[in-house]
C-alpha cells in the first residue's frame, strides 16, 4: 500500500476549469491515475501516466483533461478544462503496477486515495 493525498477539486460553472492533484510523497510509481465515481454509477477511468511519462485518457475527457507527472516530487495532476455537469462525481487518486496506455483497468491500482469531490453547476 501507498499513501496518496489528494488535494483541489470543489466547485465551479459549466464550462470553467479545475485542477486535482495527488501526492505520494517520497515514491516514484510505476504508474499514477485518476478514475472518478458518480452517484449511482460505477467507478471509470479518467487518464493515467507512468513513469516515462506515457499519458492515457478516456474518451470522454481526451480533449478537455491533461494529466502530468512529477516524478521529482512523486506527484500527478490533472488539468480540467471546458467541464460539463456530467464530470461531476468525487475524483480518485490511484497507483497501480503496469506501464502504458493499457494501465486502465480498475483492478490493475493497489492503492487509492481519499476521494475528492468535483461539482459542476449548469
Known amino acids: 500500500q501507498v499513501q496518496l493525498v489528494e488535494s483541489g477539486g470543489g466547485l465551479v460553472q459549466a464550462g470553467g476549469s479545475l485542477r486535482v492533484s495527488c501526492a505520494a510523497p517520497g515514491r516514484t510509481l510505476p504508474t499514477m491515475g485518476w478514475f472518478r465515481q458518480a452517484p449511482g454509477k460505477e467507478r471509470e477511468f479518467v487518464a493515467a501516466a507512468d513513469w516515462s511519462r506515457v499519458t492515457t485518457y478516456a474518451d470522454s475527457v481526451n480533449d478537455r483533461f491533461t494529466v502530468s507527472r512529477n516524478n521529482a516530487r512523486g506527484t500527478i495532476d490533472l488539468q480540467m478544462s471546458n467541464l460539463k455537469p456530467e464530470d461531476t462525481a468525487i475524483y480518485y487518486c490511484?497507483?497501480?503496477?503496469?506501464?502504458?496506455?493499457?494501465?486502465?483497468?480498475?483492478?490493475?491500482?493497489?492503492?487509492w486515495g481519499q476521494g475528492t469531490q468535483v461539482t459542476v453547476s449548469s
Open positions: 490511484a497507483a497501480a503496477s503496469c506501464t502504458g496506455y493499457g494501465c486502465r483497468d480498475p483492478s490493475s491500482f493497489y492503492s
